[in-house]
C-alpha cells in the first residue's frame, strides 16, 4: 500500500491563525470568554522516534473575560497558575470579596506568581501550592489593603512549601486596629521570606497550624523581620 502522507511539519515559530474566540453566557447573566493570539507551533523530535508521530512545542497568549451584569458576584474564586509561572499587570486591581479568594501555582521548578498592584476587599487571602515537586513562590508587592486574614499553605499539602516574599507589612493587607488572632497563618509547609527589612505590625496575630511539613520564617543574611 501507499505510504501515509503526513506533509511537512509547520515552520518554526510559524503563526497560526487562531479560531474564533469562544464565549457562553451563564444563566444569571454574566458573558465568559476565551481567546487566543500569537499562537505557533514548533517541531520537537518524537518521544516515541516513530515515523508517523509528530511532537510539538505550543507557544500563545490565551485570553479570559468575564463581562455581562450578571446577577451573582463574583466572590470566592480561585486564579490558579499552571507550570511557567505568572505576572499580573500591577494596573489591574484585585478585589477580594466577602467569600474571600485563592491565588494557587502548581510549582515546577522556580515558578513565581507575582502583583504588585493593590488587593483591596473586605475579603481573606488563601496562597496555595498543590504540586508534589516544587516549592510555590508568591511575590505580591503591593501595598495592599484588604481587610481579612493572609493563610499560607494548606494542612493536607504534603510535599512542598508555598513561600511568600514580603517586602513590607503593607503587602499582608490592611494593619488590624487592635490585636486580632488569625491574621496571618502558616496553615502547613507555609513559608514567609522578608526580601527587605521591616516590621511586622504586632496587631497581625499569628497562627502556625498543622501539616505533615514545617512552616517556616526564612530571614536572608542582611535583612531583619
Do not use: C, H, M
Not at 474564586?77 to 479568594?101: F, P, Q, W, Y
Not at 473586605?122 to 496562597?127: E, H, Q, R
Not at 494548606?154 to 513561600?163: D, F, G, K, L
Not at 486596629?177 to 526580601?195: E, V
Amino acid at each position: 500500500p501507499a505510504a501515509e502522507s503526513t506533509g511537512p511539519p509547520p515552520v518554526t515559530g510559524a503563526p497560526i491563525a487562531a479560531g474564533a474566540p469562544g464565549t457562553l453566557t451563564t444563566a444569571d447573566g454574566w458573558v465568559l470568554g476565551v481567546a487566543a493570539t500569537k499562537e505557533s507551533l514548533e517541531p520537537v523530535s518524537s518521544l516515541t522516534n516513530a515515523p508517523w508521530s509528530r511532537e510539538y512545542i505550543v507557544d500563545g497568549t490565551f485570553i479570559g473575560t468575564v463581562s455581562g451584569s450578571g446577577s451573582t458576584a463574583l466572590d470566592g474564586g480561585t486564579l490558579e497558575s499552571g507550570t511557567i509561572g505568572l505576572t499580573i499587570n500591577a494596573n489591574r486591581g484585585i478585589s477580594l470579596g466577602t467569600g474571600g479568594g485563592t491565588l494557587k501555582t502548581f510549582a515546577f521548578g522556580n515558578d513565581t506568581i507575582t502583583y504588585n498592584g493593590i488587593i483591596a476587599g473586605t475579603g481573606s487571602l488563601s496562597l496555595l501550592n498543590p504540586a508534589t515537586a516544587y516549592s510555590g513562590k508568591f511575590n505580591l508587592g503591593g501595598t495592599n489593603t484588604y481587610t481579612g486574614s493572609t493563610t499560607i499553605g494548606s494542612p493536607t499539602q504534603a510535599n512542598q512549601e508555598t513561600w511568600l516574599y514580603l517586602s513590607s507589612d503593607s503587602n499582608l493587607g490592611a494593619a488590624p486596629s487592635s490585636p486580632t488572632a488569625n491574621s496571618l497563618i502558616l496553615n502547613g509547609a507555609g513559608a514567609l521570606l522578608p526580601i527587605a527589612s521591616f516590621t511586622l505590625n504586632a496587631n497581625r496575630g499569628l497562627t502556625i497550624g498543622s501539616g505533615s511539613l514545617e512552616n517556616r520564617i526564612y530571614t536572608p543574611d542582611g535583612i531583619t523581620l
